[in-house]
């Protein structure tokens, strides 16, 4: 059963909550990148990153020239010498992308977010700077 935004009209896939719980319980994925497929009007899943997989791979993952949403599984180890874990949701838009995109992503972000419980931060970004691995870091702190 596919979770309506109703918004927008689109829908979120079951792939896509399942795979957010296997990261945020069983510590599968590190990171998921979601996309909206315009024609059957859904958000699915379109990457996939393994566990020992790290930011890097998730920035170099995501198109320089279309928009995507992404979460990613943040473990971090504090002042304190306490091991945390953060999931970070991820807006990504970028300049070079078309109008429609960008539009039909920012008013679908919300109902996706509904779906995917769990979500500690949000960052959006439209250039990798934005997004960076220090902007990860200082927002877990």
């Not at 539009?103 to 970004?125: F, N, W």
Request: proline share 2%.
């Amino acid at each position: 059963m596919a979770f309506k935004m109703a918004t927008t009209g689109m829908w979120v896939a079951d792939e896509c909550k399942n795979s957010f719980m296997e990261m945020k319980w069983k510590k599968v994925h590190r990171y998921i990148v979601f996309k909206i497929d315009e024609k059957s009007k859904l958000v699915t899943v379109d990457k996939v990153g393994g566990a020992g997989e790290g930011y890097e791979d998730l920035a170099a993952s995501l198109p320089d020239d279309d928009c995507r949403y992404a979460v990613f599984d943040f473990d971090f180890v504090t002042v304190d010498n306490c091991r945390k874990s953060k999931i970070f949701f991820i807006a990504w838009a970028p300049t070079a992308s078309r109008i429609r995109a960008k539009m039909l992503y920012a008013t679908s972000k919300d109902g996706l977010r509904r779906v995917l419980d769990g979500i500690h931060y949000e960052v959006q970004a439209t250039d990798p700077t934005e997004m960076g691995f220090d902007v990860i870091m200082d927002r877990a702190k």
